[in-house]
């Protein structure tokens, strides 16, 4: 695996507030989550990354450079913020246009890439002569991303993209996030929901008050660990070499309890019975939620948005406790 981002001690200060205190870490190809508590140090570490702040002490180098002062490596990076700042009375593909006319593209080229970008964020084109500030916040987060990839970069950096997005939606930025990994875009995504990273990426960075925890570099490396330990090597038998099977991919840890806030409880619960998913459920008095026990997590958890699509029901929230991140990024108890 091809290190995109190597650090070392890395600290950064404002004055006698803490951002990052002495982290090591290193971010390979694919997607890689970023998760911790509000105050943690996610947004100084996007900035490190970016080159926007330099560190105060300790080493920083991203795609073999310093962000910071070499604009080589800047040009290769992307970084789509939480908040968004428009021009209003603007449509998205204007929009784009001119950001890519002012990064150095001729006409021709910034139309065609605003074109296939926002084709490619699964934005439909009826929307795209409507003003971007009249969208909702899921659409200005698919033009935010379209935004990221007009220059083709090599990093992109993704600050709660999920926000807005309902379950359907976070599903196809996540298959969109999947076949930039494929195509060989690194990515680094913070967000606040926690079983979309854990279902989306293999690696994480957990960050804790600018610090990384004692348990974060096992779990940061868990399924790297896992999947280099159940690579075998060729076994040489006589003249002839076994060649290797393909390696395993290590098993994901599901919640087994999740709890949905619909509509209809009822109706959710019997459609989850009748496809053999639960082995019981609670139903509060009101009938708005559910709070199911999985017969076998992975079968639901694997394509969760079509089950619950298929329900008919209307959703308004889905909350897993128990999943490693969350008790990952847990606060230590108290002494």
């Known amino acids: 695996m091809s290190l995109i981002v190597e650090a070392t001690h890395l600290s950064r200060f404002y004055g006698i507030v803490l951002g990052l205190n002495n982290v090591s870490f290193t971010i390979g190809t694919g997607i890689t989550g970023v998760v911790g508590p509000n105050g943690a140090g996610k947004t100084t570490l996007f900035r490190l990354l970016t080159g926007q702040i330099k560190p105060s002490s300790g080493e ?3 795609l073999g450079g310093l962000p910071w002062r070499d604009p080589a490596v800047r040009a290769q990076l992307a970084y789509c913020p939480e908040d968004e700042a428009v021009p209003p009375n603007i449509k998205p593909r204007d929009w784009l246009i001119a950001l890519g006319m002012i990064s150095g593209l001729s006409s021709r080229e910034a139309k065609v890439r605003a074109t296939a970008a926002l084709e490619r964020v699964r934005l439909p084109s009826v929307h795209w002569n409507k ?8 659409m200005k987060q698919r033009v935010k991303l379209a935004q ?7 990093l992109i950096i993704l600050d709660e993209p999920m926000n807005g997005l309902d379950p359907m939606g976070r599903e196809e930025l996540g298959n969109v996030l999947r076949e930039l990994a494929a195509d060989g875009t ?7 929901i926690l079983q979309d990273l854990e279902a989306l990426c293999r690696s994480f960075i957990l960050l804790r008050w600018g610090r990384m925890p004692s348990s974060s570099n096992k779990l ?3 399924r790297t660990e896992a999947t280099a330990a159940a690579t075998p090597v060729a076994v040489e038998t006589g003249t002839d070499v076994t060649p290797p099977p393909m390696p395993a991919t290590p098993p994901r840890r599901w919640p087994s309890e999740t709890t949905i806030r619909c509509d209809d409880a009822p109706k959710l619960a019997r459609f989850l019975f009748a496809q053999d998913l639960l082995r019981g459920c609670d139903l509060d008095d009101e009938g708005q939620t559910l709070v199911a026990r999985w017969r076998d997590p992975a ?13 008919g029901v209307t959703l308004h929230e889905i909350n897993a406790k128990g999943s490693a991140l969350e008790r990952a990024i847990e606060p230590p108890p108290l002494p």
């Open 131 to 138: 003003n971007v500030t009249a969208y909702s916040k899921g």
């Open 299 to 311: 079968a639901f958890y694997e394509n969760f948005h079509g089950i619950l699509l298929e329900s």
């Open 186 to 192: 690194s990515v680094v995504i913070s967000s606040h």
């Open 220 to 222: 940061a490396n868990a």
């Open 148 to 154: 990221c990839l007009l220059h083709e970069p090599r």
């Open 60 to 62: 920083l180098r991203v």
